[in-house]
């Protein structure tokens, strides 16, 4: 595998399960984030993290919980979500170089469905 | 306040030509980054092209040129001899200044390209 991936690529849920999308990233990066992309509004930052620690946190609901267990992966944890949280869900990944462009690069991404 | 505008929802050019996809930006950062994405309807977003603040030359990839003019905080992304291929949803995105918090981008709306044969 290369670049960044994502599973599943597709997701139907309740609003009461329970359900995690996993992110991986091959590329040697110290930096992951989590982006909502819905219909109509610009891609929103969720949360970034930088060594395996959270260091940004865009006000999103706690029914959201990411977990970064290292640097090379990232897990977004779902629960009692609510239909408007339907939308692409797309990670990527960044060097964090100091100084440098720090070009984020992303996965295909998760499309959510919550009924 | 949004921080990157895209004005043009859709557009439409011909296979070979050139089409210029349009984005300005606010901050009062000096620091700052500038971005353009390919989206295909895949999904996944596509880094295609950087300009950064201090830049003196516009960026250049390939077919993609990105149109930077600092004064009127404009980088416009230019895509030479078109291809059905590059049918797609354009991003503008900024990312401000350093710190440690992460460099989170802010990404405009988008625009829709469509090539047509």
């Known amino acids: 595998e290369t670049g960044v991936t994502q599973t599943p690529r597709h997701l139907v849920m309740g609003m009461t399960n329970k359900k995690s999308l996993k992110c991986e990233q091959h590329?040697?990066?110290?930096?992951m984030y989590w982006y909502k992309q819905s219909a109509k509004k610009p891609l929103e930052l969720m949360f970034v993290?930088?060594?395996?620690?959270?260091?940004e946190n865009n006000s999103v609901p706690s029914r959201f919980s990411p977990e970064c267990p290292n640097s090379s992966h990232l897990f977004l944890h779902l629960h009692t979500l609510q239909p408007e949280d339907s939308a692409l869900y797309l990670c990527a990944s960044s060097t964090r170089a100091a100084g440098g462009k720090d070009t984020q690069y992303f996965g295909p991404g998760t499309r959510l469905t919550v009924l | 306040a949004q921080k990157i505008t895209q004005t043009q929802p859709g557009m439409f050019v011909q296979e070979k030509e050139a089409v210029t996809l349009d984005c300005t930006y606010d901050?009062?950062?000096?620091?700052?980054?500038l971005f353009w994405y390919k989206q295909p309807s895949s999904g996944e977003m596509i880094f295609l092209i950087y300009q950064g603040s201090y830049d003196q030359q516009n960026a250049t990839e390939g077919r993609y040129s990105l149109n930077f003019q600092k004064a009127r905080k404009s980088a416009n992304l230019v895509i030479s001899a078109s291809q059905l291929g590059d049918s797609a949803m354009y991003f503008c995105?900024?990312?401000?200044?350093?710190?440690?918090?992460?460099?989170?981008?802010?990404f405009g709306k988008g625009t829709s390209l469509l090539v047509t044969p």
């Open positions: 995105a900024m990312r401000e200044g350093y710190s440690n918090s992460g460099y989170a981008l802010n």
């Open positions: 590329l040697g990066h110290n930096a």
């Open positions: 993290y930088n060594f395996k620690e959270q260091t």
């Open positions: 901050t009062s950062d000096p620091s700052y980054g």
